[in-house]
């Protein structure tokens, strides 16, 4: 008996490690959500992403760590995504004249969405050859880091 306590231990072990693997597969492929709610055994869309959330190691120490730290990891984006709004007139120019040199920050301003171009601009700063064009550079996207940062 204590053979097969210790071998079923290890078993839920191996199988709990599955989970967020097969998870992550499933929502690459398209699967929303709500649809693998039912096949993880909970209610809801919500329910099925904490469950997620807390089975990934890699996000914190513990279950509800990782969950704050996906949360704040989001607000950090969408703060990022409303400065980005507020300042697409300033990003859009800056990303005018970097693109030239830079092919990444050609294929956000391409995009047309403004909220895809901070990222690629900050990278842009340690590449443009232009002191004072990366020097530009920093103090615009640092206004997006101090965005993410509240």
Same mark, same amino acid.
């Given at each position: ?74 607000? $950090?984006?969408? =703060?990022? @995504? /409303?400065?980005? %709004?507020?300042?697409? !007139? ?8 970097? #693109? ?18 901070? $990222?690629?601009? =900050?990278? @842009? /700063?340690?590449? %443009?050859?232009?002191? !004072? ?8 996207? #640092? ?8």
């Amino acid at each position: 008996m204590l053979a097969a306590l210790e071998l079923l231990r290890r078993l839920k072990a191996e199988l709990t490690g599955w989970e967020p693997r097969l998870i992550e597969a499933a929502r690459a492929q398209g699967t929303s959500w709500g649809r693998l709610a039912p096949a993880l055994g909970v209610a809801s869309r919500q329910a099925a992403e904490r469950r997620y959330l807390r089975l990934r190691q890699d996000l914190g120490d513990t279950a509800e760590g990782r969950v704050r730290a996906e949360r704040e990891r989001r607000a $950090g984006e969408r =703060a990022v @995504a /409303a400065w980005a %709004v507020e300042h697409a !007139e300033q990003l859009r120019d800056l990303g005018g004249r970097v #693109a030239v040199v830079d092919v990444l920050v050609r294929e956000a301003l391409g995009s047309g969405d403004v909220t895809a171009l901070p $990222g690629p601009l =900050a990278a @842009a /700063a340690d590449r %443009v050859a232009d002191p !004072e064009l990366a020097a530009e550079i920093r103090s615009v996207t #640092a206004g997006a880091d101090a965005a993410r940062r509240r």
